[in-house]
């Protein structure tokens, strides 16, 4: 069984601070792994995708990638109001996608 | 270039009645996904269509299929709908030039009533 496993949340985080959102995968062959972002009531969002092992940075996210721990997550920056959604990571399996269930984060003004 | 489009938006059924949902992928994207999206179950991946052809598929009961067109677009059908098949349904178009990057529609919302 394929699974992608995501602590559900909710994280709080105060505005300005550094949220940091954690995904693991069971399976070793994943090559790619992305990041979605949905807001209440629509679609989610590529916001993030990373192919090797390392840092990718993208303005105020930067996505972090662990190949030998299976690990990846997502680190946003200072923080916004704007930013409170569900973060969905997310990693093909052959021809399949497998999302994971999602964290909700809050970002408190 | 526009997006994922898909229609409806708002479906109300009720039991017993069978449905259609349509997508539109990004001009040029033959890769066309379907999800569906429960609070309890989360995203969880239906079927894909690429070329015309069902590439692979989920662990779905068969009164969910689907096919498409070779305009890329492609229908899911339900039959016989059930009270626990009210969800998000959401369509996802992939270019294989994209690195298996999807890009989602806005989703059909389905009640069952």
């Known amino acids: 069984q394929k699974e992608v496993e995501q602590n559900s949340g909710p994280l709080s985080v105060p505005e300005g601070a550094i949220a940091s959102l954690n995904c693991t995968y069971s399976d070793r062959v994943s090559q790619s792994f992305f990041w979605y972002r949905q807001y209440s009531g629509k679609s989610p969002e590529l916001i993030m995708s990373?192919?090797?092992?390392g840092d990718k940075e993208d303005g105020r996210f930067t996505a972090q990638l662990n190949k030998a721990s299976q690990y990846v997550s997502l680190l946003i920056r200072d923080s916004q109001p704007s930013d409170s959604a569900t973060y969905l990571c997310?990693?093909?399996?052959?021809?399949?996608?497998?999302f994971g269930p999602g964290t909700r984060l809050s970002v408190l003004p | 270039k526009a997006g994922v489009t898909q229609t409806p938006r708002y479906l109300i059924k009720t039991r017993g009645q069978q449905v259609t949902l349509s997508c539109s992928p990004i001009?040029?994207?033959?890769?066309v996904s379907w999800y569906q999206q429960t609070p309890g179950q989360g995203l969880q991946f239906l079927f894909e269509?690429?070329?015309?052809?069902?590439?692979n598929k989920g662990n779905f009961p068969g009164r969910f299929s689907g096919r498409q067109f070779s305009n890329s677009r492609s229908e899911m059908n339900v039959s016989t709908l059930e009270l626990g098949d009210s969800a998000l349904y959401l369509c996802a178009s992939m270019s294989r030039d994209s690195n298996n990057e999807q890009f989602f529609g806005p989703g059909t919302r389905l009640t069952v009533l």
């Open positions: 001009s040029g994207h033959r890769s």
């Open positions: 997310a990693a093909p399996y052959g021809q399949n996608f497998v």
């Open positions: 269509y690429f070329s015309e052809t069902q590439r």
């Open positions: 990373i192919y090797s092992n």
